[in-house]
């Protein structure tokens, strides 16, 4: 039986990267034998012109009913004055919460050939592998909120943050589980000398640590983890943490790379899974065709390994692009002297190639 | 009349690096005739130890009454199980509430002379020139909260991130007033894609703008910002943002110097303000008088610009610090082979000879 997949171009060079993706799975799947196919729909800023949501219901039922979301991106100047609610970042907070996505995984991983693009040192980022587990579906993100009400005289407005118990075990399992694959350490980040909500993270990740004695729990505060990252990255191998911090540190994390570009994110729910790249729509440069695709390749390479379990298929991609970079080409985002130039065709032309 | 400085050197190394600034504004006021005054109380796990409590009223009645006070720095793993609201942090916390600091300026400049102590780039990082404005005493520190409640039958904790129009206009004023005296940009950093409190925040942050013309505003998601921090941190001028980014971004921004124990503070409130270094009181490390006592110091040189305006002396004492480093002196926390090892009384006396 086939095995679905759903194809969420978005917005901007959302179309470009997606396209690029499904090459190189069109690809492996000669390859590797997978049954792959395909089902396209809208979401974000296009869907909202089409459709005056950001989030059709069909775009929520395919997704779904599907085996892996392959995601582009949203977003755009263009829709700047749509009213909140109807915004491009609905789609994605919405098919978080609708399609039940609680992990958002992050790998960062700065490799020999890509090390000096990094805006910090060699000497600091060299040999960096870690992880961000952060939870996508609670905390201040799904909280109630009040844009605004009167309060001793004066306009305010307000947002909870709030963890129950049983939310924060399922992630902190799911980062457990991760580092006994990796290197068996689990930092924690919280805000407990200040926030409530951190203080039962703490010790609900305390218990669930006792379930797993191989693995090594420290826990941080998230000020602290924010200097750590930029000060000696290569301490962690998982950064467990809730969505607000999440969203925060893994963006600086992704920067150690150097190149957003070509970083991928995996977002796990329980029937079904979501990959995108961890950049975004850049309408600056979209039908250009000079995207990086690779951010979204190895969205791709992620879907295979989690949600279908195709880890040597996976792994074909991930080291097709490796290769493809040794070998010197470039997109522009990434080009200097001595490099091949690529545009996002060639790109994806030599990628395949290399599957 | 005599100027008076409360001094509060707290735990760990509080007393060495209080010690030593205490001796760079002696000379200074010897020198500039500042008629100051030192009057010493405790704080953090020191008081608790002593009194019960981190943070005793003669404490607080002092400072408040004080023309300025010079805070150490507090906490220890000693006090770890001491109960949550008796915890050394609580005495900084609760002088903030009490004194009415609203605001926490933090500047981050990387000289030329320390640019290769920083974990990025050279070129990434030279020439950096920014200050942060963080708001102290709202957000979701100071808001409702539960430890513990049943909800939907699971038990879960929360927090209230909640700002108020007046608390944004006095923050954001103070920013655009600072950036007025400097390059003319203000940052307004949020989470408004997401977050109530952000919106409110933007959009009241955009109103006070109206009286700055001269001053030019952008906004960034906190993401966002953690990302530019670290990719191209020679954009900002002044960042302005809220309690708990704040508290995130300024961290981060902290380690862009590569010098911790250089970063010095200033809370700001309307009757009295506190000046503290930004690092903590590294208990490993205390009464072996090997501390590094320029951030300590830096943050008297802002106390005796922003509460008793006296800028030349102020400069003095910075342009001190720059000839000790110049020179050659570095504390073991920054030695490396070719300079002068200096423990802090060396390190103390170095700059007191330079003022
Ligand atoms: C677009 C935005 C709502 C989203 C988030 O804050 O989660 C993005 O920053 C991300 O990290 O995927
Ligand atoms: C000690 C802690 C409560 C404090 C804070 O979070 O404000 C510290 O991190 C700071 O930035 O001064």
């Known amino acids: 039986m086939a095995k679905k997949i759903v194809v969420i171009p978005g917005d901007g060079i959302g179309k470009e990267i997606t396209d690029s993706a499904v090459e190189v799975l069109k690809k492996a799947d000669a390859k590797f034998g997978l049954g792959l196919s ?14 005056g949501t950001p989030l059709p219901q069909e775009t929520i039922d395919a997704a779904k009913a599907s085996d892996g979301v392959l995601f582009g991106a949203v977003g755009g100047d263009k829709w700047d004055n749509v009213e909140p609610t ?141 200097m750590q990252l930029a000060l000696r990255p290569t301490q962690f191998d998982v950064i467990c943490t809730g969505n607000l911090f999440g969203d925060i540190l893994s963006d600086e994390a992704a920067v150690l790379g150097g190149s957003i570009g070509m970083m991928p994110s995996a977002s796990i729910g329980e029937c079904t899974s979501l990959f995108e790249p961890i950049h975004g729509s850049a309408p600056d440069i979209a039908g250009q065709g000079i995207a990086n695709p690779i951010g979204t390749i190895l969205s791709a390479a992620m ?21 493809a970079l040794a070998d010197g080409y470039r997109t522009p985002d990434l080009w200097k002297e001595g490099f091949k ?5 060639l790109m994806t032309e030599v990628i395949v190639e290399r599957v």
Chains 1, 2 share one sequence.
């Open 86 to 226: 109807l915004r491009p970042e609905k789609a994605i907070l919405g098919l978080r919460k609708h399609l039940g996505l609680y992990a958002n995984l992050r790998p960062v991983k700065v490799s020999d050939t890509l090390v000096e693009y990094s805006p910090l040192k060699q000497e600091v980022v060299k040999g960096v592998d870690l992880v961000i587990v952060r939870e996508l579906i609670g905390g201040i993100y799904f909280g109630d909120r009040c844009e605004s009400e009167q309060k001793d005289g004066h306009e305010r407005a307000w947002d909870l943050e709030n963890y129950s118990v049983p939310e924060v075990e399922r992630i902190a399992k799911l980062a457990f589980e991760t580092a006994k694959l990796r290197r068996g350490k689990v930092t924690s980040v919280d805000k407990s000398n200040v926030l409530a909500t951190s203080r039962l993270w703490r010790r609900t990740v305390a218990e669930v640590s006792k379930g797993y004695p191989d693995v090594e729990l420290d826990n941080l505060y998230v000020d602290n983890c924010a």
């Open 303 to 323: 879907l295979l390994r989690y949600s279908l379990h195709e880890e040597a298929a996976a792994k074909a991609i991930e080291d097709a692009c490796d290769k």
């Open 341 to 345: 130039k690529a545009n996002t065709d």
């Open 38 to 51: 395909y089902d396209y729909y809208d979401a974000g800023g296009t869907a909202y012109d089409k459709f």
